[in-house]
């Protein structure tokens, strides 16, 4: 297939999915299926966009001169195309399997909105400019708030509340503003190699106007707009997986450095070292969410405020200004990802199969869940950064990149970082593994198979990352 | 037949009124004005490709008296654009009204009710179209003047639309003598009324104090008509006590109006070279503009009756219409046509939804409204794309608005403004978000009178959202029309768009 028609289906899959949701809603297993069918070749669509040299470029209309919506895949876009892509058919999988396991109810809802949000996630990948990435950006956050409030109660709404809140006041009041200003000033929104910002601005106002992306792209979570992502812990384990690694944080991540490398550009962020503010900021963000991940005992609370401290070292990857750390950051996108939902699906399946969700009640649960404690414990080595995972090329990346810009300080943050990972991901593994169990359990007792085949797959995912990932490498020149 | 039309769209509804206050029986009156607003709406519809496609202006003899003796409607590129906004929402306004006047206003009434209304729009019709400078005053208290009626018309239901209208009246005739006196001033210096001519002649007197003064005492009057803070303290009470139709008709018009007589007058008779009027017009017209946004939106932030909250909203974006002109360039005054077109358009969606729940409910507040969005969905979602609208969010007509007001301020480096209309408006989302809170997030309260929606009632809302979706996804035509607008005024600098 050409790029153009691969833009397409990658972008209508998901709503072709959603819509077939609506049509087979009296058919549980028709409207299952189709799902994760469609998931599947999407996730060949992506990779095969993914493997065409870049250059296509599809405009859908133009708003007004000079403003259009439009798509135009570039290395980055692609790789988070296929990380999403790819993530979507197993995360639905592992969805049908929670929500039946866990029999939660409105199935069909559930699986619309979030086929619409993967259409979001999607649009994000793939956009030419600014303005379009802002649409799709916009649609994510109002398709996941469905997701977010599926269980209706008071608890859900609250939180909902918190999502919507945080999320919306922060794209329009900042990042809106950014989006306008580049375009009053450059007079295009393009995203193009090496930025469009070069000369069009005066270098005393490039902080300030990062700063209305790095606080705007409230997705991203950097503190201290974080709290809608451990408020969303309410909704369903699945959720959690399309936020923290699927979709939504990625999404915000993922702006972040788009907006870094393509409408700043490396160089003049260096050049002007408009970007050394974030550097800092990121690294509070990092340390902090890490110390608060290690006061929580409830598993999900933990792993998103792990979610928080990792996303700071994305953010990082792009103030630190060096295409090294760059790629590095773009490379954790993908390693976080595949590492992150395994540790969500675990979740989810330690919940539908023992009902917990405390920590200290899962002393020695590794022994009857063998499969799913394994794949635990292998994302949560990759997350920490230990080889042979994923996670440890983009750790070395970025601590590459952070000595090639004399950010000597910046090494120990992450490596600070790495023994705080260790303490409180590793809990949850010795426990599973040594502790005593506080009630007694008989046998193995594992989550449905629904659930362990998309957790294995996501686990064995991260090991296989570390060895090819010569192909997942974005060499943002220099 | 097509030669006449500049001067048939004001002249279909003026004729019509009267006939209207003679006719009884249900729906005969609301039949006539449906009929001749719609008539209007389709001939400035037409002037406006017919001006489009012979790309200069158009200029009509009344009575074949050529200017400057005989009084002259001049469509250019500017009036073409007003004239369909004010037909448009007139002809919509109607179609609302049919419902809403049989909820509020006495059947006694309807005849005398829409003999004002068509009469309103005449007079804005008029006063847009016209080419002499005290026709514009004739066209302004026509308009006014029943507007003050219709607003009082409101003491059926609500006895505070007296004090409402009568306020009005007292404002808005302050304003219209500023206007009629800085009018004198001028005709003394020049000898003519003709705006051509008085462009023409003006230059040779401009260094004189009297010039000046006509100046400060036509834009003064204008300020007060197009309700700029702080002369605006007329419009909250006459726009939340009216009878919901009104409201709707001239949230969208009555101020619009104004301030192209103030664009037309201050930049096409006196021009930006005028001595003195960066500063008089231009810096003040900004610092009010700017002022006038906060304050409108903080007073809507705490507002709980919609009428009231959307009417402070009102303010703050006449606001930026404001900016836009304070400006002084030609990116800023399309910004004011765009968002004078834009935010008609939104406005008009917002007062009619609204409008059908207050004439249900007998109020709308946000009391009202809670947990409306599960009964009346189709009418609330047509607020909620209102409200985006107001914000400014991409893909809805108020973010290209934006847009090139933000450009406007920054071509002249006016940072500091920039931010400050840019805050300002993103703070419209306080008011915003607390009505989507209230409608979708909320349970609806126990006892809460149960809300109806059919689809005569929130067609015309929705008739309005659509055109603000589809202006905001599709706005190159109108980017185009509100520069070539703008460049009547300003010539173009190659280049802009």
């Known amino acids: 297939m050409s790029a153009e028609n691969l833009i397409y289906t990658l972008l209508g899959l998901p709503l072709l999915a959603s819509a077939l949701v609506l049509l087979f809603r009296n058919q549980p297993n028709l409207r299952d299926g189709q799902a994760v069918l469609l998931g599947i070749i999407s996730a060949g669509a992506a990779f095969q966009l993914y493997l065409l040299p870049t250059g296509a470029s599809l405009t859908l209309l133009e708003l007004a001169p000079g403003l259009t919506l439009s798509f135009t895949p570039e290395p980055l876009g692609k790789l988070f195309a296929l990380v999403a892509g790819t993530l979507w058919p197993l995360a639905t999988l592992y969805t049908i399997g929670y929500m039946r396991g866990a029999k939660e109810k409105n199935h069909t809802r559930f699986l619309f909105f979030y086929a619409v949000a993967i259409h979001a996630t999607m649009g994000i990948a793939l956009s030419g400019n600014l303005l379009t990435l802002f649409v799709f950006y916009e649609m994510l956050t109002f398709s996941t708030y469905p997701l977010v409030t599926h269980k209706g109660d008071e608890a859900a709404l609250k939180a909902g509340r918190v999502y919507l809140g945080i999320l919306v006041a922060s794209s329009i009041v900042f990042l809106l503003f950014g989006v306008i200003g580049v375009w009053a000033m450059a007079g295009t929104l393009d995203f193009v190699s090496g930025g469009i910002l070069a000369g069009k601005i005066d270098p005393f106002y490039v902080p300030a106007l990062l700063a209305l992306f790095a606080f705007g792209i409230g997705k991203a979570a950097l503190m201290p707009l974080h709290r809608w992502l451990p408020a969303a812990m309410v909704a369903p384990t699945p959720v959690s997986a399309l936020l923290h690694a699927v979709a939504v944080v990625k999404a915000g991540v993922f702006t972040v450095l788009k907006v870094g490398v393509y409408i700043f550009g490396i160089d003049f962020l260096k050049e002007t070292g408009g970007s050394e503010w974030l550097v800092w900021v990121a690294s509070f963000s990092i340390l902090a969410a890490s110390i608060v991940a290690m006061t929580k005992t409830n598993l999900k609370a933990r792993l998103a405020y792990s979610t928080v401290s990792q996303l700071g070292y994305i953010v990082m990857g792009m103030a630190l200004a060096t295409p090294l750390a760059a790629s590095g950051a773009a490379l954790h996108i993908a390693a976080h990802g595949a590492g992150k939902i395994t540790l969500f699906f675990c979740a989810g399946a330690i919940y539908v199969a023992h009902k917990r969700t405390d920590i200290q009640d899962m002393n020695g649960l590794g022994r009857t869940m063998p499969i799913t404690y394994t794949a635990f414990a292998l994302a949560a080595l990759s997350i920490m950064g230990v080889p042979p995972l994923a996670g440890a090329w983009s750790k070395f990346m970025l601590m590459g990149g952070a000595l090639d810009n004399g950010y000597l300080l910046v090494l120990g943050v992450l490596m600070v970082s790495s023994l705080l990972n260790l303490v409180y991901l590793g809990e949850i593994v010795i426990r599973g593994f040594f502790a005593n169990p506080t009630r007694k359990l008989k046998g193995v007792q594992e989550a449905p198979l629904t659930m362990l085949l998309p957790l294995s797959m996501t686990a064995l995912l991260s090991l296989a990352l570390f060895f090819a990932v010569d192909l997942f490498i974005i060499d943002f020149g220099g | ?497």
Do not use: C
């Open chain 2, 1 to 497: 037949m097509m030669q006449h039309l500049p001067i048939l769209q004001v002249l279909l509804p003026l004729l019509a009124s009267p006939f209207a206050a003679l006719l009884r029986g249900r729906d005969v009156a609301w039949g006539l004005t449906f009929v001749t607003t719609g008539l209007a709406f389709l001939i400035s519809i037409a002037l406006f490709f017919q001006q489009r496609a012979i790309g200069e202006t158009m200029i009509y003899e009344l009575g074949n008296w050529a200017a400057p003796l005989g009084i002259v409607y001049v469509i250019d590129a500017a009036s073409a654009l007003v004239l369909p906004v004010i037909s448009g929402i007139g002809f919509i306004a109607t179609l609302a009204a049919r419902q809403l006047v049989a909820a509020e206003i006495d059947a006694r009434d309807h005849g005398l009710f829409y003999a004002a209304w068509l009469l309103t729009i005449a007079g804005m019709m008029g006063q847009v179209t016209t080419g002499d400078a005290f026709n514009i005053f004739v066209f302004l208290e026509i308009s006014s003047l029943s507007a003050y009626a219709l607003v009082a018309m409101g003491a059926g239901r609500d006895r505070r639309a007296l004090p409402a209208a009568f306020n009005y009246l007292i404002l808005g005739t302050v304003g219209a003598t500023f206007y009629v006196i800085g009018l004198g001033l001028l005709y003394m210096l020049t000898g003519t009324l003709n705006l051509a001519d008085l462009a023409e002649r003006l230059p040779h007197v401009e260094e004189t104090r009297a010039a000046f003064t006509a100046m400060a005492f036509i834009a003064l009057g204008l300020f007060l008509k197009m309700a700029l803070f702080p002369l605006h303290f007329w419009l909250v009470p006459a726009y939340a006590h009216a009878p919901s139709a009104v409201t709707a008709l001239m949230a969208s018009t009555a101020t619009k109006v104004s301030v192209y007589v103030l664009i037309r007058l201050i930049f096409g008779v006196f021009g930006v070279e005028f001595p003195g009027i960066a500063d008089a017009v231009g810096l003040l017209v900004l610092t009010l503009g700017i002022a006038g946004a906060f304050v409108g939106t903080l007073a809507a932030i705490v507002e709980t009756d919609l009428k009231k909250l959307f009417a402070q909203s009102s303010i703050a974006q006449l606001g930026y219409m404001a900016i836009g002109i304070g400006a002084m360039s030609a990116t800023g005054l399309a910004a004011a046509f765009l968002h004078l077109f834009n935010h008609a358009l939104m406005k008009g969606a917002l007062f009619l939804a609204i409008g059908m729940i207050a004439a249900q409910a007998g109020r709308a507040t946000m009391g009202t409204i809670q947990g409306a969005g599960k009964q009346i969905p189709i009418t609330m979602t047509a607020i909620l794309f209102g409200g985006l609208a107001l914000i400014g969010v991409p893909l809805t007509a108020g973010f290209i608005s934006k847009l090139y007001l933000i450009r406007a301020l920054l071509e002249q480096n006016f940072w500091l403004l920039a931010g400050l209309t840019f805050i300002s408006s993103a703070l419209a989302l306080a008011y915003v978000w607390k009505i989507i809170e209230a409608t979708w997030l909320q349970p609806r309260p126990k006892g809460a009178p149960v809300l109806r929606e059919t689809a005569s009632q929130y067609i015309p809302a929705w008739i309005m959202v659509v055109a603000t979706l589809g202006f905001g996804i599709y706005a190159t035509p109108l980017v185009e029309a509100a520069f070539a607008a703008a460049h009547v005024f300003i010539p173009s600098v190659a280049g802009a768009n």
